[in-house]
Antibody, heavy 118, light 106 residues
Framework: QVQLVQSGSELKKPGASVKVSCKTS????????MNWVRQAPGQGLEWMGW????????TYAQGFTGRFVFSLDTSVSTAYLEISSLKAEDTAIYYC???????????WGQGTLVTVSS | EIVLTQSPGTLSLSPGERATLSCRAS???????LAWYQQKPGQAPRLLIY???SRATGIPDRFSGSGSGTDFTLTISRLEPEDFAVYYC???????FGQGTKLEIK
């Protein structure tokens, strides 16, 4: 079955960088785009953007340009989210989610909690 | 950017009752571009409905979606204990999901 398994929780200091991985299995990785979604503590969901897994071309949503980078390693069917110059407000759970249809993401990874604190 | 407004914010019902959740868009959207998600505490969201009315794989038929233009509805025909959760709508091309409807046990 299709599975997305994300890397574990991270605790980082302000100004540091973090790289979250999303390892996929059960389907051809390059056939479906990968999305990234953020959920701050106790808050709703925010779509960060997506990456074309065939070309590697990323598209970032408003508010997620500059410090956020989506990348791939197709040899291991894995997508990555890197956040640089971390701020306290980046503290959130970050999810990867396989594209299914317009606005439809299925399935999702289990989420990675990134905590930014001095 | 299209803004999605979900109502009510909280819905208190009993198992066996019918739930009707609303998602209103600030401008008309194609029904093909709307999806509904369920999220339980401590879990990742799960896709329920896509293209406004198509059930995702493995979703029970008590869940149904409808609507067009700016008004969309998620209906749960008879609530089961496992249905109490937060529900979000999402439209293609916008960064925001709806703010969510919390479905709680009355």
């Amino acid at each position: 079955q299709v599975q997305l398994v994300q890397s574990g929780s991270e605790l980082k200091k302000p100004g540091a960088s973090v790289k979250v991985s999303c390892k996929t299995s059960g389907y051809t990785f390059t056939t479906y785009a990968m999305n990234w979604v953020r959920q701050a503590p106790g808050q709703g969901l925010e779509w960060m953007g997506w990456i074309n897994t065939n070309t590697g071309n990323p598209t970032y949503a408003q508010g997620f340009t500059g410090r956020f980078v989506f990348s791939l390693d197709t040899s291991v069917s894995t997508a990555y989210l890197e956040i640089s110059s971390l701020k306290a407000e980046d503290t959130a759970i970050y999810y990867c989610a396989k594209d299914k249809y317009y606005a439809a993401f299925d399935p999702w990874g289990q989420g990675t909690l990134v905590t930014v604190s001095s | 950017e299209i803004v999605l407004t979900q109502s009510p914010g909280t819905l208190s019902l009993s198992p066996g009752e019918r739930a009707t959740l609303s998602c209103r868009a600030s401008q008309s959207v194609s029904g093909s571009y709307l999806a509904w998600y369920q999220q339980k505490p401590g879990q990742a969201p799960r896709l329920l409905i896509y293209a406004a009315s198509s059930r995702a794989t493995g979703i029970p038929d008590r869940f149904s979606g409808s609507g067009s233009g700016t008004d969309f509805t998620l209906t749960i025909s008879r609530l089961e204990p496992e249905d109490f959760a937060v529900y979000y709508c999402k439209v293609y091309g916008t960064s925001l999901f709806g703010q969510g409807t919390k479905l709680e046990i009355k």
